[in-house]
DNA sequence: GGTCCAGCATCAGAACAGCTTACGCTCAAC
DNA sequence: GTTGAGCGTAAGCTGTTCTGATGCTGGACC
């Protein structure tokens, strides 16, 4: 019989294609991981891996069976939430990642309409780092946003569910082609919104000049105050209304979203918790 | 993270309701099973088993978990096949279980029918243990058949498909009712063709007075044409005709079916199995 | 071309899990 | 009351699975 265990090191594999990487995101040493996928192997039956130059490339044979891995440990994420929805109602700890903005706003008042017993733990993450962070086990949900230029995520681990969408502004009061001369405050690259900005300029036909690299949008919006540069912010983060700048909306919409491991929604205090998210009116009269 | 192997003795448990009867299936000691399943429990969180008298009953959880231990229990299986189907194609050992007279007259023709590299290691076992050597890894496929008056496979675990469906005829020119005094030929207790008899001749009005306890048809065939009683035998079983003995056919269809590990369809030599049985022209023209 | 370092495999040893054997307990059948 | 089936626990052994040490290889950089 196939080891679950294993099968778990081969898909982060896929993910992350180094074992140094899976070691580290799954807390082994190397070693370790190399001798299981090596005994994986041999009970597969089937070369799995091969190197390539100083990393491993996943044959094909391994390809086939990430995806069957996934289906596998997908049942055992349903068996287990199964188990906890029996055993205790919405209660104990809940590790939930969210994205700076979402942490700052969303989640006081959602914390407060948890049941009681439910005790949260939050974590600010970045969108782009989440489904990694919930493959390894160390969040249990978490909320991301996604942009009309950034694709969504594409694990097939992690199951997402929107929550609200938002109109995304520029922070003075022009097109955005008329400030594609402008020096620009964006935020850290490899985060979602970095990207999110380069990509809205460069379909406006300009690479944005980078001045600023700022991940808080509350002190994004103090430097456009200031006359640093311009930025572009979702509704969320430029809300309260900001003394001394001006915004125009875009025709570019944010969308918030819930992210769980696949078949795990069934968790009695994940599903607490997304259906407090799901209840919110984020908007109630923009 | 549930351990697979300790869902399938839950599993196992829940079909055979003492824990020796598992190990016993699943060659271990008792004692193996005994310590697996409460470390199960333990992880599980819940109580699974509870002491019944002299041996245990499943709670109301477990046959929860012995739902979701089905799921991940057949994936592993989908998982498994796909790799096999990868490796190698229909090559190696296939332990094939069959019903004596399919045994006799069908498998024969079958396996010259099948690819050279395959090696059909064949057992004559009675449809009612198929689902537990099935369960147990004893066996990879099986012939099996249900009558109208018995109930087929209910087992989730195993997979059937109809190959084909004959008649079933009485061993003497009247009708069944008039052979109520009669003596008659049944087939061993346990067995299924003994309780298709006993129901067949219940919903006629009567209970069928045995004298002679044979399985093999041809054997009872030669009592009854000696005017040793009567009998019910399926069509297959009475081809070629025996000389002496007159047939009536009865309004009761026997179907014959291949089973196989929920699953488990997809492993190369468990498919080519089946389309050599699914092509057979059984009953040419009858 | 030489050096450095990242990445992987292998080995030996330690920690742990899982199995068997032995034994005691309880409950039902006779 | 006796017997035997069934389950659980303790002790001991074995195989698995970690870690840590070591060596090899390939790419980057000077």
New binding site residues.
């Given amino acids: 019989m196939l ?1 679950p ?1 294993k099968l778990r090191l081969l898909r982060e594999l896929a993910h992350r ?5 899976v ?1 580290e995101a799954l ?6 991981v ?6 994986l192997e041999r009970e597969a039956g089937v070369p799995l ?1 091969e ?6 490339a996943l044959t094909p044979a391994a390809h086939l069976l990430v995806e069957h891995a996934q289906a596998v440990l997908e049942q055992l994420e349903r068996a287990e939430a199964a188990l906890r929805a029996l055993t205790e109602g919405p209660r104990g700890p809940l590790r939930i990642g969210a994205f700076p903005t979402a942490a700052r706003t969303l989640l006081p008042p959602a914390l407060a309409g948890l049941p009681p017993g439910l005790e949260p733990m939050v974590t600010e993450i970045d969108p782009a780092d989440v489904s990694a962070a919930l493959r390894a086990g160390e969040l249990d949900v978490a909320l991301i946003h996604e942009y009309d230029f950034v694709p969504p995520i594409t694990d097939r681990s992690v199951e997402t569910h929107a929550l609200f969408s938002e109109a995304v502004f520029l922070t003075q009061r022009t097109s955005l082609e008329e400030a594609r001369d402008d020096p620009w405050i964006l935020a850290k690259p490899g985060t979602l919104c970095h990207t999110m900005t380069i990509r809205a300029c460069q379909a406006a036909g300009f690479e944005p000049r980078a001045r600023h690299h700022l991940d808080d949008f509350d002190t994004v919006l103090a430097f456009a105050a200031a006359g640093q540069g311009v930025a572009l912010v979702p509704e969320l983060a430029a809300r309260p209304p900001h003394p001394g700048v001006r915004l125009t909306p875009l025709p570019i919409s944010r969308r918030t979203l819930i992210a769980f491991r696949r078949g795990y929604g069934g968790h009695p205090a994940v599903s607490a918790f997304h259906q407090v998210m799901a209840g919110m009116t984020v908007f109630q009269s923009s």
Avoid: K, N
């Fill in positions: 080891d265990r294609g180094t074992i140094a990487a070691a807390t082994f040493t190397p070693s370790a190399s001798q299981q996928l090596s005994a891996l190197r390539t130059g100083r990393t491993v």
